[in-house]
C-alpha cells in the first residue's frame, strides 16, 4: 500500500485499504461510464453518417458551437455560415463576397443565430444589449427554434424508424407477417 496523504490522517492503517478501494471503484465507474459514453457518441455519429451527414461536420459543429477557445472564432463563424445556409436560414453566394443581391440584413443574421442556438438547445444567451430591439429577435427566434424543435423531434424520429423499418423488411428475405388470422385457411 502506498503512504497515506494529508487528507487520510483520520483513516486507521486498517482501513486505508478501504479508503484506496473507493477511490479505485470511483475511477473505474467513471472509465465505464466514459467508455459508455463514447460508444453512445459513436452510435449517435454512425446515425446521424446513415442519414446523409457527414461525421467531422458534425463533429466540427458541436466543437466550435461549445468552445470558449477565442481562436476558434473564425471557425465557428464559417460552422454557423454553412450550417445557416444547410438550413435554409440564409443565402448562399458560393464565396462571392462581392454579391450584394439577398445579403443577410443585420437583423436577419441575428434571427438565424437566434433560432440555430434555440433549434440546437445552446444556452438562452442573446449577446445582444439587453432589451434592444436585436435582443427581442434573437429572444424569439431561439424560442422559434425551441418550438420547432420540441413539436417535431418525436416525429422526425418515428418517421426515420418506420422508413429505416420499412428499409430493413426490404433488404430482409423474411415474409412480412400476414395481417389476417394465420389459422383462417386451416379452419375452411
Not at 466540427?60 to 481562436?71: E, L, N
Not at 437566434?114 to 433549434?119: K, P, V
Request: glycine share 6%.
Amino acid at each position: 500500500m502506498t503512504t497515506a496523504g494529508h487528507n487520510s490522517g483520520t483513516v486507521s492503517q486498517e482501513d486505508l485499504d478501504v479508503l484506496w478501494a473507493i477511490h479505485t471503484r470511483n475511477v473505474r465507474m467513471e472509465k465505464e461510464a466514459a467508455k459508455a459514453a463514447n460508444d453512445r457518441m459513436k452510435a449517435h455519429l454512425a446515425d446521424a453518417k446513415n442519414d446523409g451527414f457527414d461525421r467531422k461536420e458534425v463533429l466540427d459543429y458541436v466543437d466550435v458551437m461549445t468552445s470558449d477557445d477565442q481562436k476558434k472564432h473564425l471557425d465557428k463563424f464559417n460552422m454557423m455560415k454553412r450550417n445557416r445556409i444547410r438550413l435554409g436560414l440564409i443565402h448562399d453566394h458560393g464565396g462571392d463576397l462581392l454579391a450584394r443581391d439577398d445579403r443577410a440584413a443585420r437583423l436577419q443574421l441575428i434571427d438565424a443565430d437566434g433560432y440555430e442556438a434555440g433549434l440546437n438547445g445552446l444556452d438562452r444567451v442573446s449577446r445582444q444589449a439587453a432589451g434592444s430591439d436585436e435582443d427581442r429577435v434573437w429572444l424569439d427566434a431561439y424560442q422559434r427554434g425551441q418550438n420547432k424543435y420540441g413539436e417535431n423531434w418525436q416525429r422526425v424520429m418515428e418517421e426515420k424508424i418506420a422508413r429505416q423499418k420499412a428499409a430493413d423488411q426490404a433488404n430482409s428475405k423474411e415474409e412480412p407477417p400476414s395481417d389476417g388470422d394465420p389459422f383462417a385457411e386451416a379452419a375452411e
